[in-house]
């Protein structure tokens, strides 16, 4: 099993851009999650899926959009990049009420 | 807002030694688990410990939770080099959405 799989690893945008961050898991798990981690920040959460169809707001949301419209896809999309979106994103997947698997990481660079 | 919050922020211990973190969280929880990021890398699970336990153990791990005192403690015991890494506390609200509210984490470093 692969678990949670981030694409890109590494990204470097400009100022106003869009991208998606893509994250895969092939667990069949229920939930998932994006978040952002900024040095002194821990994790915060931007976005969170209990299922396929049903999203909604985490801690820091402003500026990001998901989707969820299979179980095993979750991407998350920039909307117009801002520098302050610097950070390294992580996607987590979980069966209910159960530990989070994450994925490696996407470090993102908007200049 | 974060939920948990790590106790102390960066701990550095002797090889061999034990290190206790600690985590404080604000609302009733369904459960709380402890986490390991090496630098630069991807989390990895330890430990659940669900509202309703006060104890779990794992190899060198020993997790308690008082839900009197909204509290978590993790102690690594006998540590090595290889336990440098930062370590967080997350809890799922009870009554809540499932959702995985993380702390600030603590650093710790094994000198060898």
């Known amino acids: 099993n692969a678990g949670v799989t981030q694409t890109p690893k590494f990204q470097v945008l400009k100022t106003g851009q869009s991208m998606t961050l893509q994250c895969a898991q092939d667990m069949n798990h229920e939930y998932m999650s994006w978040y952002r981690q900024d040095p002194g920040m821990g994790l915060r959460l931007i976005h969170y899926s209990v299922g396929a169809g049903i999203t909604d707001q985490g801690e820091v949301p402003n500026g990001y959009n998901v989707s969820r419209s299979t179980t095993e896809d979750f991407p998350l999309r920039l909307l117009s990049a801002a520098p302050s979106q610097t950070s390294v994103y992580f996607c987590?997947?979980?069966?209910?009420?159960?530990?989070?698997?994450f994925g490696s990481g996407t470090r993102l660079t908007v200049v | 807002s974060q939920q948990g919050e790590e106790d102390p922020q960066a701990l550095s211990i002797q090889e061999g030694e034990n290190a206790t973190m600690n985590c404080s969280y604000k609302t009733s929880i369904n459960n709380l688990q402890w986490y390991r990021q090496n630098s630069g890398r991807g989390l990895v699970h330890l430990i659940l410990?669900?509202?309703?336990?006060r104890e779990k153990h794992s190899g060198r791990l020993r997790v308690t939770l008082d839900t009197s005192k909204k509290s978590s403690s993790l102690l690594i015991t006998a540590s090595r080099a290889a336990d440098t890494a930062s370590y967080f506390c997350a809890t799922v609200t009870q009554g809540g959405s499932e959702k995985l509210v993380f702390g600030k984490g603590t650093k710790l470093t094994v000198n060898p």
């Open positions: 410990i669900r509202s309703n336990e």
């Open positions: 987590a997947s979980s069966s209910m009420t159960g530990s989070y698997t």
